[in-house]
């Protein structure tokens, strides 16, 4: 089992940063590709940002592409993403992902991932 516990959310005006963390127990932490996703009012969630588990890999949503970045630390077993330039549209529950995964691969689609958070609150005011 990996259980994974988000932190860092908060409430931030527009054009502000905040970074979201991810810490992972359980299993081996390295070999997993993680994700984040997030869930808006009344829509599906969706993808946001992934990373193979070397972090030599990356991804992300056209939408958060140059103002979001992802990164982890296999030693530490913590997902990150750092997001900047914050606008309202980003207001979510973030929830961070797990999943086994080949050298250098990370996935997009919400059902490729076996593990989930619990999720943590970004509210963006404009």
């Known amino acids: 089992q990996v259980q994974l516990v988000e932190s860092g959310g908060g409430l931030v005006q527009a054009g502000g940063s905040l970074r979201l963390s991810c810490v992972s127990s359980?299993?081996?932490?390295?070999?997993?590709?993680m994700g984040w996703f997030r869930q808006a009012p009344g829509k599906e969630r969706e993808f946001v940002a992934a990373?193979?588990?070397?972090?030599?890999?990356?991804g992300y949503a056209d939408s958060v592409s140059g103002r979001f970045t992802i990164s982890r630390d296999n030693v530490e077993n913590t997902l990150y993403l750092q997001m900047s330039s914050l606008e309202p549209e980003d207001t979510a529950h973030y929830y961070c992902?797990?999943?086994?995964?080949?050298?250098?691969?990370?996935?997009?689609?919400?059902?490729?991932?076996?593990?989930w958070g619990q999720g943590t609150q970004v509210t963006v005011s404009s």
């Open positions: 992902a797990a999943r086994g995964a080949p050298y250098g691969t990370w996935y997009r689609t919400r059902s490729e991932y076996d593990y």
């Open positions: 359980g299993r081996i932490f390295g070999f997993y590709g």
């Open positions: 990373i193979a588990w070397n972090g030599g890999a990356t």
